[in-house]
């Protein structure tokens, strides 16, 4: 489907992408991750076609060049709204449906974006979150094989958010493959089967969310600040103070339980926590994970 093979990108003398390496198959969602300037964008549009990269290739659909029949497999939602301000919200709908050979109706897409109540309203008279769910509407109107979202949700109401996962998830069963960048760590969890993490024009991370927990995942018990010396505890990794706690870092928390109590150790007020993947997410934007 996508195959993006040892491709840079530079823009005067700064490398925004360097030698980044990595297929899509049909059916997949995939999350594209990083901070602001990491080269998402740049990433995107240079899969779709509009730039080129420095070095390296990419095929999309066994293809180099992103063609006008190619593009009626592809529905894109960029980060900018497009606003037809001449047109109401159904004739919009209706012009983009001249795009496509095929197409979903416009009654069916008005209802699942919530705007059936605002089909005769000009388009700049919409708020921008309707104007947000027109442009869902617009890139998926051509039943895309490939469907790119740039922050998909952004200013829509978590329930219709949940509504629209849904549809995704729906879509991505049905065969779309599904390609995303948000900063939503609810979305990331609620829709990517695969996550690629961009870091200084690499990619730092590529694979499941769970392998990602797994590669950065700490777990700790926290006790009251033990009085007296501590004995020697094989299962813990590390020892830190944080207030009038100990925080005792383990990979087997149930063994380092146990051992507490064979060594007779008196602890009070035991918690333990583990990382929960808005933690890693934060950590690897904040540039920590590899510390």
């Known amino acids: 489907m996508i195959e993006v ?170 065969g779309t493959t599904v390609v995303l960048t948000t900063h939503h760590v609810e979305e990331v969890e609620a829709l990517c089967g695969r996550v690629i993490f961009l870091k200084e024009g690499t990619i730092a991370h590529d694979g499941s969310l769970k392998s990602l927990k797994n590669r950065y995942e700490k777990s700790w018990i926290s006790i009251d600040k033990y009085k007296g010396e501590l004995p020697e505890l094989k299962n813990v990794t590390e020892i830190t103070v944080q207030k009038d706690k100990l925080l005792l870092n383990s990979s087997n928390l149930d063994a380092l339980i146990y051992e507490l109590v064979e060594k007779k150790v008196e602890f009070k007020h035991l918690e333990t926590q583990h990382t929960t993947f808005l933690d890693v997410y934060r950590d690897l934007m904040e540039d920590k994970a590899d510390e």
């Not at 390496?21 to 549009?45: H, Q, W, Y």
Request: glycine residues 8%.
């Open 5 to 174: 093979k040892q491709v840079s990108k530079k823009f005067t003398n700064q490398t925004i992408l360097n030698q980044i390496d990595f297929s899509v198959d049909a059916g997949e969602i995939v999350g594209i991750l990083g901070k602001n300037g990491a080269g998402k964008s740049t990433l995107i549009r240079m899969i779709l076609g509009e730039l080129q990269p420095n070095s390296g290739e990419i095929l999309l659909f066994d293809e180099k060049k992103v063609t006008s029949k190619l593009k009626e497999k592809i529905g894109v939602l960029l980060q900018e709204s497009i606003c037809l301000p001449s047109l109401t919200v159904k004739e919009s709908l209706m012009l983009f449906q001249t795009y496509y050979t095929n197409y979903y109706a416009v009654e069916e897409l008005l209802e699942l974006v919530h705007l059936s109540q605002h089909a005769k309203k000009m388009c700049h008279e919409l708020s921008g979150g309707q104007l947000r769910r027109l442009n869902f509407a617009y890139a998926i109107v051509g039943k895309p094989q490939l469907l790119i979202l740039d922050e998909p949700t952004v200013g829509m109401d978590f329930q219709l958010r949940e509504e629209l996962w849904a549809y995704i998830r729906k879509l991505s069963a049905a």
